[in-house]
């Protein structure tokens, strides 16, 4: 059930986690807000097991409790054992996904005060129930936060922290060194995206972009789970310097060779939350989504966002069947703003 405890003391909270690596990171945001206000807080979260490395990064997190359910998995006999066994510890419980199953191990827990928005039915299930104005909270990372508020503060001005993830050195060095990584300086690309091809620029773009890079002197390492393996390929295959690392690396991996790259191209995507959180230079290309609502949480990025009369859709394929908001943001204009970025970086040093 635990892979990270450190101590604590005063209000004991249990934070049941969001289903995704974006989402996850966004919440250290919150994480941070409680320590903040009360130090001697102990932070426990509930979280799929994928995510427990991103939480051993997390220097808010004292106790990940994993949930080992799959995503949209309802788990109801390994929910139920979970919560016999938090039972008595928590003073305080935040439910950050909107589902109504999210909601039942602090339920069963019997935690005695259970705090989320409004949905799914959660009647029962949450005693401190917030009203969700997307007016007001009109970000992602804005609704984490404001849970962990009184209902009166929530509806102000926020402040929010952004993300901060640790850093690893030696396994760094391990990996790159099993990865056959050069001394060249590193752009980091991230083409996929969980949600769907309204998210994705074309591969096409990504592998000519590379091209351009590894001209210009950089290595460029493709990173992603195994589902993006392919993608990966299409980018790299007969492109020295251009390494395809999709499904070969854990997610902690990711996190340390994202930290050692000078600047990545990706989509609206969870690396490049992960990016953001390491202090990387971001170039973050938006499609159907908004760079306004799900903003890598870092001034280190430069958005590359159409703006087109359809976005944003929110739809996971083009309702249009064109995609132009990705297939009109060209390859030229990425290759400018991370050559202009390095060349800003040097005249410093």
């Known amino acids: 059930m635990v892979d990270v405890t450190r101590s604590g003391a005063g209000e004991r909270i249990l934070v049941v986690g969001p289903s995704w690596v974006g989402d996850m990171v966004m919440a250290q945001s919150l994480l941070i807000t409680l320590k903040e206000r009360d130090p001697d807080c102990y932070i426990a979260m509930v979280a799929p097991d994928w995510s427990q ?9 004292d106790e990940a409790v994993s949930l080992a359910t799959g995503h949209g998995e309802f788990g109801w006999k390994t929910r139920r054992a979970l919560a016999r066994r938090l039972r008595g510890r928590f003073d305080r419980a935040i439910v950050l996904p909107r589902a109504w199953k999210a909601a039942l191990v602090p339920f069963l827990a019997r935690i005695p005060h259970r705090t989320g928005f409004i949905g799914e039915q959660r009647y029962g299930l949450l005693n401190d129930r917030r ?3 997307k007016s007001i909270l009109d970000q992602t990372v804005k609704r984490f936060v404001a849970l962990g508020l009184s209902a009166g503060e929530a ?3 926020l402040s929010i922290h952004p993300p901060r993830l640790s850093v690893d050195p030696e396994n760094l060095v391990e990996r790159r060194l099993a ?3 050069s001394s060249r300086p ?3 690309m991230m083409p996929g995206a969980e949600y769907g091809p309204a998210k994705q620029w074309p591969l096409a773009y990504f592998r000519e972009l590379a091209g351009r890079l590894v001209d210009e002197g950089f290595e460029v390492r493709v990173l ?4 993006d393996a392919a993608a990966g390929a299409t980018i790299s295959t007969e492109q020295a310097h251009v390494h395809n690392l999709c499904g070969h690396t854990r997610l902690a991996d990711a996190v340390d060779l994202l930290a050692d790259c000078d ?4 989509n609206d995507s969870g690396l490049m939350h992960v990016a953001a959180a390491v202090g990387t230079r971001i170039q973050a290309i938006y499609g159907s989504s908004s760079p306004r609502y799900t903003p890598p949480l870092t001034d280190n990025v430069e958005i590359h966002y159409l703006g087109l009369d359809c976005s944003p859709c929110f739809a996971r394929t083009c309702p249009l069947g064109h995609t132009n908001c990705l297939n009109h943001l060209l390859p030229e204009r990425v290759l400018s703003a991370v050559l202009a970025s390095s060349r800003a970086v040097i005249g410093r040093d």
Not at 53 to 61: G, K, N, S, T
Not at 224 to 227: D, E, F, I, S
Not at 263 to 266: F, G, H, L, M
């Open 179 to 181: 990865l056959g990584l």
């Open 263 to 266: 600047q990545v191209v990706t």
């Open 53 to 61: 490395p991103i939480l051993e990064r997390m220097a808010d997190v």
């Open 186 to 188: 590193a752009i980091g």
């Open 155 to 157: 509806e102000g001005d």
């Open 224 to 227: 992603g789970g195994p589902k």
């Open 131 to 133: 009203r969700l104005d």
